[in-house]
């Protein structure tokens, strides 16, 4: 399991922004709606953690990656805040 977190930039702290899975070595699979709206913003506010079950705290044998892109779907189909 993988946490796509997002930085907050008036604090500087990351959160959990959604769930992943690790597809390669350098891939992660997530919900097109948790990124989509973020492509072409800046990639350094985002980055995936792996190894931890804790989502309040640093634990040993976790990993933090920076995000190098972000592709979403071409078929994805956002929802319609008008509706």
Wanted: overall charge negative; charged content about 20%.
């Amino acid at each position: 399991m993988a946490s796509v977190q997002e930085k907050t930039v008036l604090l500087g702290s990351w959160h959990h922004t959604c769930g992943g899975v690790l597809i390669s070595a350098d891939k992660v699979l997530t919900a097109a709606q948790c990124v989509a709206h973020e492509v072409g913003n800046l990639l350094e506010n985002f980055r995936v953690t792996l190894g931890g079950i804790d989502l309040t705290e640093d634990e040993p044998g976790e990993v933090s990656v920076a995000v190098r892109g972000i592709a979403v779907h071409p078929r994805y189909n956002p929802p319609n805040p008008q509706r």
